[in-house]
């Protein structure tokens, strides 16, 4: 039974009125709905005999309204209030003193909906993958974000398309779900996350809305971006689980510097500056995102390289440094702060601001 359930039976569970004459609270009859007291779980007792309302609301509930304060509550309220416990500790005591929520519904309580298995899911992320990895057009409208909103040259974009780090999805969101719909199966669909089932299951699938996608290797996780400049919902959305962070590697000179950055953005922005000649550049989906042994083995295969921490310039990005700073002085590696320029917070900030001389 969920919380929202197990709250809804403690309301029907048994009548305000009836709880409030157990706890021996002052209580006297208005009509056949409606009572007064001079006690609110809120406000305490007062002078006047008709301070708090007790009533029937529109959904057959019992419920209480303070004439001091405003504020009103439900049975669950008053039973926490009276025995000093947490709403949700007051709702089960409701729900138990009836017998369950069968007493109170007459049925049993729902089944809860099992959970996916986490090798199904990793398997119907591997799938979403490799739909998306062979879906090489690149739409008109993305292009025309990537090139114009982001300042990314067609150069970088077409190698980062030919690398598989970059894919797009069609541009408009009618489109992209339908071709996610034809090319990868309701099953891995839902198993992955794309898509939720049921009756109230939204009618596109949220990637479908984000249609920049970044692919870091290993098949694991995979990042859907929005192009909107004012989304309605989160500009990201990850599946799957990210056993590696996003990678672009120099493609003939010895890698001689590490440059970490947050997220697939920044990555194109610092091959477009001119970095990945001999840096090996790193981006994460967020500083909370980098795993440490990603640190240790990086460390080991590039042991003489300097580290540049070039996460976003604010508190966040400040804070991401010193934690980065701690592992690699652990790890005896050589490192420093790298911060964007040009009066940005990030590089794709540093980047616009590169074009616009």
């Known amino acids: 039974m969920s919380s929202r359930e197990m709250f809804e039976a403690a309301r029907r569970a048994i009548p305000l009125p009836e709880i409030w004459a157990r706890y021996n609270l002052p209580l006297s009859r208005k009509n056949e709905g409606r009572f007064a007291s001079p006690y609110t779980p809120c406000c305490g007792t007062a002078d006047r005999d008709d301070a708090g309302s007790l009533f029937i609301r529109r959904d057959g509930t019992w419920a209480f309204h303070c004439f001091r304060c405003g504020k009103g509550g439900s049975v669950i309220d008053l039973v926490a209030k009276m025995e000093g416990i947490t709403p949700t500790d007051a709702a089960r005591k409701l729900v138990g003193d009836v017998g ?157 510097k590490i440059m970490v950055v947050e997220g697939g953005y920044d990555v194109l922005a610092a091959v477009d500056l001119g970095f990945a000649v001999n840096t090996l550049i790193v981006g994460q989906f967020g500083t909370s995102a980098w795993n440490p042994k990603w640190s240790e083995s990086l460390r080991a295969k590039y042991p003489h390289a300097l580290w540049q921490i070039a996460s976003d310039f604010d508190s966040t990005g400040a804070s991401a440094y010193d934690r980065f700073a701690e592992q690699l002085d652990v790890l005896g590696a050589k490192h420093e702060r790298l911060t964007p320029w040009g009066g940005g917070n990030d590089w794709n900030d540093t980047l616009l601001a590169a074009r616009s001389f």
């Open 100 to 256: 369950g929520i069968e007493a109170i519904t007459g049925r049993p309580p729902p089944t809860p909906r099992a959970r996916t298995n986490p090798e199904s899911r990793r398997k119907a992320v591997a799938a979403v993958i490799h739909a998306i990895e062979g879906y090489s057009h690149m739409d008109r409208m993305v292009a025309q974000y990537l090139h114009e909103t982001r300042g990314l040259s067609e150069a970088v974009v077409a190698e980062a398309r030919e690398r598989k780090f970059l894919r797009c999805l069609p541009g408009f969101p009618d489109s992209a779900d339908t071709w996610l719909r034809l090319n990868i199966s309701e099953q891995d669909l839902h198993t992955s996350g794309l898509q939720k089932m049921g009756a109230n299951a939204p009618k596109r699938a949220a990637a479908a809305y984000r249609p920049v996608v970044f692919l870091p290797p290993g098949d694991s996780c995979i990042e859907f971006r929005t192009i909107s400049v004012n989304p309605s919902g989160p500009k990201a959305l990850q599946y799957g689980e990210q056993r590696y962070p996003l990678v672009w590697k120099p493609l003939k000179n010895e890698v001689r």
